[in-house]
């Protein structure tokens, strides 16, 4: 349609994005002169929804928050209580944490490089289209992300928003049995995963170089997904998660309900480019190997080739999660005790889209006083625009429907997820 | 094998957790039923419908009907009996109608699969069906329960 001063562009879908939201890129002659991403709702109704609940209650309601990450919130939900209360998870307990995350990390992986990003690299509208084409590769990622949600499923007690979990461990330990049972499963998914690295490392990635501070748990001695330190690219110093808070600053925008977040007053990243660029090290040698292998460095700022970095850490997640299951012995009892007491605690964890971090203020008979949750696509925002920003500038030449779609495979280079919202993304451009 | 019926939803964005509401109400009528609640990613539903022979998805739609309406489409060996459901079900992550579609290309479609759609209004933030929805709720399991028959 067209107003009287230009063009509008009026795209109204972002189908393979997670949520409800809105873009609008503005074009004055050859120049971008503003970018307008609003995609993110706080979760400030569920930080409402826990004032005043019982400090056991927090892993199943903010699990609820998302439908493709919910182990994560229930994660860092559960760190941040267990802080509080003086409890320390570890052990085979801990280990169950981590393969409960790895099934949560293969299973979203795998759905967004094969069937949400990979079209964009491939030429197709979407999975389908794709699917009719490349059977057996669609199939190899939708196998990928049912051992995902097995892993979920036998750990977390059912795949989606898993029900097992709880402050200090797990209600019920899995299935011995079962759980061996997974190992055939979990072999062939490390050589499909190990293929999904050589398959997207053969796509045509467009250069880009994203100019963000990048931020990830420090890795303890292994690749990280719960922890409590934190490392950027800005700064050599080492950053107690309690200290998030004091570096991490959301803000309002004057075109956006959503809040920006900086690190120390600049642009910052999360998620799996943040986290292979500053813990590649950690890597499983298999996973380092065919990252070399796919032409990743030490470090990777290119948004488009996020779904090589996310290959390969699915192969590390499917590398992990059969160590992790080889290695299992059940512990004596599936939780250890917590007695709740006043104070403040931090959570963090990765999720599969980055760093998620919660603080939990409890009173002495562990009611919740106050709840703060940061998670990773709102962080991203500022970041997810300022690439946009360059994307739509150095594609300004091409017609509104490749810049659109160019600017929707930006987006999607962020996988970013929107609490499982129910409206579709609005994209326009418009040229004055 | 036992028919499954999947509730789809997210039960903290209003009417959109009519699927799961409907769910909640078959397990309850019909425990020998098998009954299944999913948020987020629909393409687990090929995994869940693996080798049945009936499947009945329960979800939110908007078709420009009155708030409340329900609907049912049937699709048999992957062809419908009309017109199919809207393209836009729903917009989780991969859509009901999406997933429906990547199965079809995959022949991963049960022998009978039945959609049962309640037309809804509010998708803000928060729990709880608004009015004419919640009234739809009984609607909606009889479709479900006519769809399943006598069945399981």
């Given at each position: 349609?067209r107003?009287?001063?230009?063009r509008?562009?009026?795209?109204?879908?972002?189908?393979?994005?997670?949520?409800?939201?809105?873009?609008?890129?503005r074009?004055?002659?050859?120049?971008?002169?503003?970018?307008e991403?609003?995609?993110?709702?706080?979760?400030?109704?569920f930080?409402?929804?826990?004032?005043?609940?019982?400090?056991?209650?927090?892993?199943?309601?903010?699990?609820?928050?998302c439908g493709i990450?919910?182990?994560?919130y229930?994660?860092?939900?559960?760190?941040?209580?267990?802080?509080?209360c003086?409890?320390t998870?570890?052990?085979?307990?801990?280990?169950?944490?981590?393969?409960?995350?790895?099934?949560?990390w293969?299973?979203?992986?795998?759905?967004?490089?094969?069937l949400?990003?990979?079209?964009?690299?491939?030429?197709?509208?979407g999975?389908?289209?794709?699917?009719?084409?490349?059977r057996d590769v669609?199939?190899?990622g939708l196998?990928?992300?049912?051992?995902?949600?097995?892993?979920?499923?036998?750990v977390?007690g059912?795949?989606?928003?898993p029900?097992?979990?709880?402050?200090g461990?797990?209600?019920r330990?899995?299935?011995?049995?079962a759980?061996?049972?997974?190992i055939p499963?979990l072999?062939?998914?490390?050589?499909a995963?190990?293929?999904?690295?050589?398959?997207?490392a053969?796509?045509?990635?467009?250069?880009?170089?994203?100019e963000?501070?990048?931020?990830?748990?420090?890795?303890?001695?292994?690749y990280?997904?719960m922890?409590r330190r934190?490392v950027t690219s800005?700064?050599?110093?080492?950053?107690?998660?309690?200290e998030?808070g004091a570096?991490?600053?959301?803000?309002h925008?004057?075109?956006?309900?959503?809040?920006?977040?900086?690190w120390?007053?600049?642009?910052?990243?999360?998620?799996?480019l943040a986290?292979?660029?500053?813990?590649?090290?950690?890597?499983?040698p298999?996973?380092r190997?065919?990252?070399?292998?796919?032409?990743?460095g030490?470090?990777?700022?290119?948004?488009?080739?996020?779904?090589?970095?996310?290959?390969?850490?699915?192969?590390?997640?499917c590398?992990?999660a059969?160590?992790?299951?080889?290695?299992y012995e059940?512990?004596?009892?599936?939780?250890?005790p917590?007695?709740?007491r006043?104070?403040?605690?931090?959570?963090?964890?990765?999720?599969?889209?980055?760093?998620?971090?919660?603080?939990?203020?409890?009173?002495e008979?562990?009611?919740?006083?106050?709840?703060?949750?940061?998670?990773?696509t709102?962080?991203?925002?500022?970041?997810?625009?300022?690439?946009l920003?360059?994307?739509?500038?150095?594609?300004?030449?091409?017609?509104?429907?490749?810049l659109?779609?160019?600017?929707e495979?930006?987006?999607?280079?962020?996988d970013?997820?929107i609490s499982?919202a129910?409206?579709?993304?609005?994209?326009r451009?418009?040229?004055? | 094998?036992t028919?499954?019926?999947?509730?789809?939803?997210?039960?903290?964005?209003?009417?959109?957790?009519?699927?799961?509401?409907?769910?909640?109400l078959?397990?309850?009528?019909?425990?020998?039923l098998?009954?299944?609640?999913?948020?987020?990613?629909?393409?687990?539903?090929?995994?869940?419908?693996?080798?049945r022979?009936?499947?009945?998805?329960?979800?939110?739609?908007?078709?420009?009907?009155?708030t409340?309406?329900c609907?049912r489409?049937?699709a048999?060996?992957g062809?419908w009996?009309?017109?199919?459901?809207?393209?836009r079900?729903?917009?989780?992550l991969?859509?009901?109608?999406?997933?429906?579609?990547?199965?079809?290309?995959?022949d991963?479609?049960?022998?009978?699969?039945?959609?049962?759609?309640?037309?809804?209004?509010?998708?803000?933030?928060?729990?709880?069906?608004?009015?004419?929805?919640?009234?739809?709720?009984?609607?909606?399991l009889?479709?479900?329960?006519?769809?399943?028959?006598?069945?399981?």
């Amino acid at each position: 349609m067209r107003e009287t001063q230009g063009r509008v562009l009026d795209v109204a879908a972002l189908a393979r994005v997670e949520g409800e939201g809105a873009m609008r890129v503005r074009i004055d002659g050859d120049t971008v002169v503003g970018v307008e991403l609003d995609i993110y709702e706080p979760p400030r109704f569920f930080e409402a929804l826990l004032r005043g609940r019982g400090y056991e209650e927090p892993p199943d309601i903010t699990a609820r928050i998302c439908g493709i990450c919910p182990v994560a919130y229930q994660m860092s939900s559960s760190l941040a209580i267990e802080q509080i209360c003086g409890v320390t998870v570890d052990g085979q307990l801990a280990a169950l944490r981590r393969l409960l995350y790895c099934g949560e990390w293969i299973e979203s992986h795998a759905l967004h490089i094969y069937l949400l990003h990979a079209p964009d690299f491939l030429g197709y509208d979407g999975g389908i289209a794709m699917a009719r084409d490349h059977r057996d590769v669609v199939e190899r990622g939708l196998r990928l992300k049912q051992v995902g949600n097995r892993l979920m499923e036998l750990v977390g007690g059912r795949a989606v928003h898993p029900v097992n979990v709880r402050v200090g461990g797990f209600y019920r330990l899995p299935d011995l049995d079962a759980l061996r049972a997974m190992i055939p499963d979990l072999q062939w998914a490390c050589g499909a995963a190990l293929d999904t690295v050589s398959w997207v490392a053969g796509f045509d990635i467009p250069d880009h170089h994203g100019e963000w501070d990048l931020v990830s748990l420090a890795g303890d001695g292994e690749y990280p997904i719960m922890g409590r330190r934190i490392v950027t690219s800005a700064a050599p110093d080492v950053v107690p998660v309690e200290e998030f808070g004091a570096h991490a600053v959301e803000e309002h925008v004057a075109h956006s309900n959503a809040l920006h977040a900086s690190w120390d007053s600049r642009t910052y990243l999360v998620g799996p480019l943040a986290r292979y660029s500053l813990n590649q090290h950690l890597l499983p040698p298999v996973a380092r190997e065919a990252a070399s292998a796919a032409g990743l460095g030490r470090e990777c700022r290119n948004p488009f080739a996020s779904i090589v970095v996310r290959a390969v850490e699915l192969l590390a997640a499917c590398t992990e999660a059969l160590r992790l299951v080889r290695e299992y012995e059940p512990p004596g009892a599936p939780s250890v005790p917590v007695v709740p007491r006043a104070g403040v605690g931090h959570g963090a964890s990765e999720a599969p889209r980055g760093l998620l971090y919660h603080r939990y203020e409890l009173d002495e008979r562990g009611i919740v006083l106050d709840a703060t949750i940061v998670p990773p696509t709102s962080q991203n925002q500022r970041a997810i625009e300022r690439d946009l920003w360059q994307v739509a500038q150095a594609g300004v030449s091409l017609d509104d429907a490749a810049l659109t779609a160019r600017c929707e495979q930006a987006i999607r280079n962020y996988d970013p997820c929107i609490s499982c919202a129910t409206h579709e993304l609005d994209l326009r451009i418009v040229r004055a | 094998m036992t028919p499954l019926v999947v509730g789809v939803g997210n039960r903290t964005r209003r009417d959109d957790g009519v699927g799961p509401e409907v769910a909640d109400l078959v397990r309850r009528v019909r425990p020998d039923l098998d009954v299944v609640e999913l948020s987020g990613d629909a393409s687990s539903m090929l995994e869940l419908w693996s080798g049945r022979e009936l499947v009945v998805v329960v979800d939110a739609v908007r078709t420009g009907a009155p708030t409340g309406s329900c609907h049912r489409w049937v699709a048999c060996s992957g062809a419908w009996d009309a017109v199919p459901p809207p393209s836009r079900l729903s917009s989780h992550l991969v859509g009901v109608r999406e997933a429906i579609d990547l199965a079809a290309a995959l022949d991963r479609l049960p022998p009978v699969l039945v959609v049962v759609g309640v037309e809804v209004t509010d998708l803000g933030v928060g729990a709880g069906l608004s009015g004419a929805v919640a009234a739809a709720v009984d609607g909606a399991l009889d479709l479900v329960l006519e769809s399943v028959g006598e069945s399981g």
